[in-house]
């Protein structure tokens, strides 16, 4: 529920709360990228430390100095030469768990090990199920 569509909506999160807002250490590391007529899409890593509030991916919470590492994708469209939109998704109880507020025992959530399982292949399947 951030982000915007059209000129002034992205313009307006872009500058003050999404390029501008990330903490100093983040960085991506690309896994795939799927290229349309008017959108592409992008498969990544995203990583972290959480020292200052990133009100894009977790609204109104204190930075925990954690660290974090999550798959995340991203969703571009264009409109001739302009962005149009960006949809960016990701699993934000893995978020939630890698920054301490989310007690993974008592949910079915991974934390980091999604990212650890889209990094390496080999990693088990079906972990979260218990039979």
């Known amino acids: ?7 002034e909506d992205l313009h307006s999160f872009y500058t003050h709360h999404f390029v501008n807002s990330n903490p100093p250490d ?8 799927t290229v349309g007529a008017s959108q592409i899409v992008d498969e990544m890593l995203f990583c972290f430390t959480h020292t200052c509030e990133i009100d894009w991916m977790l609204p109104g919470l204190a930075p925990t100095g954690r660290y974090v590492e999550i798959p995340l994708v991203a969703i571009v469209k264009f409109r001739g030469d302009k962005l149009y939109h960006e949809h960016i998704y990701w699993d934000q109880a893995s978020v939630l ?15 980091i090990d999604s990212m650890r399982k889209l990094l390496d292949e080999s990693l088990p399947s079906n972990t979260l199920m218990k039979k």
């Open 1 to 7: 529920m951030t982000g915007g569509v059209g000129y």
């Open 26 to 33: 983040t960085h991506l590391i690309p896994i795939s990228r």
């Open 97 to 111: 768990v890698q920054v301490g507020v989310l007690d993974p025992n008592k949910l079915p959530v991974t934390g």
